[in-house]
Nanobody, 121 residues
Framework: VQLQASGGGLVQAGGSLRLSCAASGRTFSMAWFRQAPGKEREFVAAIGWIGKSADYADSVKGRFTISRDNAKNTVYLQMNSLKSEDTAVYYC??????????????????WGQGTLVTVSS
């Protein structure tokens, strides 16, 4: 399965962006991670394969919303009230089996290529 992320760009602080990630085949839990310059990759949000359960990093709770459309094999990340500290390359990730998604990212089955989000202050 291949993951194709899109939707990144340059936005002013307080603005919004929506990221999309299309999978070429069926996946189970899906997630977004990000990596800022000079920092380690970090978990952002995850959603179960039915789409009813989601969890978020504390830093994005109340501002970001993850959702998915299984008919399109696509996961979305709606990002509102963006801050300069949200600037990072965002990666989508997915599991090939119905197991809890690893928030460290160490054992995830599939990764997308990343899309850059730049928030100007």
């Amino acid at each position: 399965v291949q993951l194709q992320a899109s939707g990144g760009g340059l936005v002013q602080a307080g603005g919004s962006l929506r990221l999309s990630c299309a999978a070429s085949g069926r996946t189970f839990s899906m997630a977004w991670f990000r990596q800022a310059p000079g920092k380690e990759r970090e978990f952002v949000a995850a959603i179960g394969w039915i789409g009813k359960s989601a969890d978020y990093a504390d830093s994005v709770k109340g501002r970001f919303t993850i959702s998915r459309d299984n008919a399109k094999n696509t996961v979305y990340l709606q990002m509102n009230s963006l801050k300069s500290e949200d600037t990072a390359v965002y990666y989508c990730a997915a599991e090939a089996s119905p197991r809890a998604l690893d928030h460290s990212g160490a054992s995830i089955d599939y990764w997308g290529q990343g899309t850059l989000v730049t928030v100007s202050s």
